[in-house]
């Protein structure tokens, strides 16, 4: 089983990067929705990193994971 995240970086106030990531993405999710999204988190100033608010996006990436279940007994 493959568990995907979502991880978005972006720039702060004092121009280091911050990252927020989302678990349990969609298969389908596109480019242009990730974008609008970082374009929303920035322009509604919903989160706030140690460095400040954040400013502008850097970058976004689907990160995935495979999960092998061991049945232990």
Do not use: C, W, Y
Not at 16 to 25: F, I
Not at 38 to 65: C, P, W, Y
């Amino acid at each position: 089983m493959a568990d995907r995240s979502l991880v978005m970086t972006f720039t702060n106030q004092q121009g280091s990067r911050a990252t927020v990531t989302l678990p349990a993405v969609r298969d389908d999710l596109t480019e242009l929705e990730v974008s609008a999204t970082m374009d929303t988190i920035v322009a509604e100033n919903i989160f706030e990193s140690a460095g400040g608010d954040l400013i502008g996006k850097h970058s976004a990436q689907i990160t995935e994971r495979n999960v092998t279940a061991l049945t232990v007994r």
